[in-house]
């Protein structure tokens, strides 16, 4: 890694941490990992600065161990990301293992998936892919944030959909198996998964959602793909509709939510919208954090409280 890598390896590192923990969760977290923080006191407000002045300390192997936790590319892996062309940027990604008899089910799901800020690739099983087909999977695979199964008669005995399920269990990404038939087998037999079975593709969808923000390991970046999608948003509507999402969770950190205060501030198209500023404080009234208050309100109380 040369020095511009490991600047730029870094700033992410540090964006990742100030988007996830409070200062006090950072000095925990370097402590489980034996950082030594001593007369290592934060000089700025910002978290991501705070993290990079530590970080630029430490090995660089605990730097990709660090990384791999928090779902950061790393350089060296840098080049099969950029040939991943077909995740949805700032979204989840999820890769849905399925056969090819369900592909047109599948497809489906993936654009039910889409409302949630989560970016899927459909994996076709073939008996003898292309090289190009292959090397699409194996991008997908390697740069997926977890993979969703979709159990049925013939996935067990195919060897790509094994293979793939293998590629998961080695990185030790989130498994979600939806059972469409068959019971989870194998590595994957411990976890109960998604009951499909009589289901419409809309609660299946809204199934691996709720899988995705309970587990530990995807939690976090699940709900940064939402806030984030939230944020960036040019159709009042389809906000809304996120916005409503994001209140039916039952837990959401502070720190998260107030990201998406400040990203929104941003957002011209947003903050014009009265009914998504109403909806965007009802959702902060759920979890307790203050309202959102626009510099054209606070100007209008400062005005209210001048005499004429």
Known sequence: MNGIEKIEFLEKLGVELQSRMTFDEIDMYFSGHNIDLKNMTPNTNSK??????????????????????????????????????????????????????????????????????????????????????????????????????ILMDGFKESNWCDQEVGVAVGRDVLIIPVRKGLDPYGFIGKYQGIQAANKSVAEVADAIFRTLVKSPKTNAKMLSALSSAISQATDIEDALDKVNIMKSIDNISTEILENLKQQVSENKVLVDSSDFINSLNSMLSKFNVPKIILSSQTKQEEWDDIPF
């Open 48 to 149: 991501r600065v705070y993290a990079k002045d530590i970080l630029a300390k430490v090995d660089e192997n605990l730097l990709f161990r660090i990384a791999g936790e928090l779902g950061v590319d790393t350089p060296s892996s840098i080049k099969t990301v950029e040939n991943a062309t077909f995740w949805k940027a700032g979204h989840f990604r999820l890769f849905l293992s399925h056969l090819a008899t369900f592909k047109v089910q599948t497809a489906r799901l993936q654009s039910a998936l889409r409302r949630y800020a989560i970016s899927s690739f459909v994996a076709h099983e073939d008996i003898e892919p292309t090289r190009e087909w292959q090397s699409e999977i194996e991008a997908g695979l390697h740069t997926m944030d977890a993979l969703a199964a």
